[in-house]
């Protein structure tokens, strides 16, 4: 494999791109707006007007893009990917997205002559980066060793996870934990803070305990700062947790946690706060203060 076609060059896709270049790959991108991807383009990935254009002569095309709906229009409008891509080429949804829309993908794909898998990440816009995304595999195994190198060349932590859609429910796992955890940290800044303590004194005390985890040593420094620039969206963080209960619904189960937690990023995403980091949660439990 050496073409490599790429759709949705934002936080997380324009450092994959460069990771992949930089693995020696041939990188062909489409984005809705050039200007966001001249520095990509200046360092070699090769920009085309369609989605169709970007793909024809690729071995491989890999997805990054917003919502479910997002996903339905590259693959299946007219002109986009199943109408442009040969058969044979390998097809990698890496967007966090619906497992039912994985599986459509996959059967689809199938009667087309691709090899479909769904590949969502991890770790962030530090991880894409640095290349050491978790990537969650799912779809038929062979498929998954053929792309290995690719994902070596984003990600360091890769997992099959089994059929088609199996990736997806892994970061539904993944989504629901970060869920609870990161809502922790905020409801203990804010105890925190509301007794009159020094908070940084407080992260240094905790960090290293059984307190401490990922989500509190990634994003309460930049609660601290009143930094909330995105690495990832509150609005995608809410759209995967939408997905998540929807998928526990079909399972009959009843997640508490998950459920308090969208409904307080649905109040902040209401009052405007929905193309801030996930971490500006904390303003849900500032907002009487």
């Not at 070699?44 to 989605?51: L, M, Q, R």
């Not at 229009?73 to 497992?99: C, H, Q, R, W």
């Amino acid at each position: 494999m050496k073409k490599i076609g790429f759709i949705g060059v934002g936080i997380m896709g324009k450092s994959m791109v460069r990771n992949l270049m930089q693995a020696g790959y041939e990188l062909h991108i489409y984005a809705r707006n050039k200007a966001k991807v001249e520095d990509v383009i200046s360092e070699g990935a090769i920009f085309h007007n369609t989605i169709g254009d970007c793909v024809r002569e690729c071995e491989a095309v890999i997805t990054i893009v917003g919502f479910p709906k997002d996903v339905e229009e590259v693959y299946f409008t007219e002109g986009n990917i199943f109408d442009s891509a040969k058969a044979g080429t390998y097809l990698i949804d890496m967007t966090t997205s619906s497992p039912e829309m994985a599986k459509h993908i996959y059967e689809e794909g199938i009667k087309c002559g691709f090899k479909v898998l769904d590949a969502p990440v991890t770790g962030g816009d530090t991880g894409a980066k640095a290349g050491t995304l978790s990537i969650l595999v799912g779809g038929d195994s062979k498929n998954y060793e053929a792309c290995v190198p690719l994902f070596e060349a984003m990600g360091k932590n890769i997992n099959y996870q089994g059929a088609a859609g199996s990736g997806q429910h892994c970061k539904m796992a993944n989504q629901i934990m970060i869920a609870g955890a990161l809502s922790g940290v905020c409801e203990a800044l804010a105890y925190a803070e509301a007794k009159g303590l020094d908070l940084e004194t407080v992260l240094q005390s905790v960090s290293t305990g059984a307190a401490g985890s990922t989500q509190l040593n990634a994003f309460a420094p930049k609660i601290l700062k009143e930094d909330y620039a995105p690495g990832f969206f509150m609005k995608h963080f809410i759209k995967d947790m939408k997905l998540a209960l929807e998928e526990a619904d079909r399972s009959g189960l009843n997640l508490n946690i998950l459920h308090q937690v969208l409904e307080n990023y649905g109040e902040l995403e209401a009052a405007g706060f929905g193309e801030k980091g996930t971490h500006a949660l904390i303003n849900y439990y500032r907002k009487d203060s």
